[in-house]
């Protein structure tokens, strides 16, 4: 007698057994605290979640209702503490943001392979890389902005207040590699773009006639249209 249990959302087998005895079972946690998202080359969907007094976790989806969900806790190095941040390099691996384990991980798979890590100061917020694999961090606590050539961690160089950061939320890159970064102050906030890591040509937008209140995050699209979610306005 084959018995058969189905995700009500997304009408997947869940568990499937003969006779009583399992033969695939899919466990799915769900969301508790989801802090970042991103979709790869591919299309899949990876989000974070913070899970606080648990481990931290990441997911991927193949689509929004849930197919393929795969789970990872960063258990073949140190467990997340507290993931925020997620980006991929022109290879596919994928970098995440520990805030609570000061540190960037990176991995080739959902399954850790091949997991290292980059530990950095406190409160690290976004990340993301460049065409080059320069992988650059948003800092808050640091107030500046981190870059590095790899994982390694050479060739550091840091942009901060003297450029107008304060509290320095999230980072993204358009099509020709400009630096978005957004900041939040304890007024308002500011999304900042420049060139290079030396703040050239650096422009700032605080939201025309509706001010950011506390923006944190910002992605911008192929055609350069750019996004910023505000967690704290009306």
């Known amino acids: 007698e084959a018995e058969v249990e189905f995700d009500l959302l997304s009408f997947l087998p869940v568990i499937v057994a003969v006779g009583g005895t399992a033969l695939f079972s899919e466990n799915r946690t769900e969301f508790r605290e989801p802090v970042a998202v991103a979709v790869d080359a591919s299309d899949r969907i990876y989000v974070t979640d913070g899970r606080s007094g648990s481990t931290g976790l990441v997911y991927r989806l193949n689509d929004i209702f849930g197919l393929g969900h795969i789970e990872y806790d960063g258990s073949l190095g140190a ?57 650059h961090v948003a800092r808050w606590s640091a107030q500046d902005l981190f870059r590095a050539d790899d994982i390694s961690g050479s060739g550091q160089v840091t942009y901060d207040s003297a450029g107008g950061l304060n509290n320095v939320w999230d980072v993204t890159l358009d099509s020709s590699d400009r630096i978005y970064v957004l900041d939040q102050s304890t007024s308002s906030g500011r999304l900042f773009r420049f060139d290079d890591m030396t703040g050239s040509n650096q422009v700032s937008y605080s939201g025309g006639s509706v001010s950011f209140a506390e923006p944190n995050a910002v992605w911008v699209d192929s055609s350069g249209k750019i996004y910023v979610a505000d967690g704290d306005n009306s």
């Open 79 to 135: 467990e997340f503490g507290e993931p925020r941040g997620i980006a991929f390099d022109a290879s596919g691996r994928i970098y995440v943001v520990d805030s609570l384990g000061d540190s960037v991980v990176r991995f080739d798979e959902m399954n850790g392979l091949n997991q290292t890590s980059l530990s950095l100061s406190t409160n690290l917020r976004g990340i993301t890389v460049n065409s080059g694999g320069q992988i």
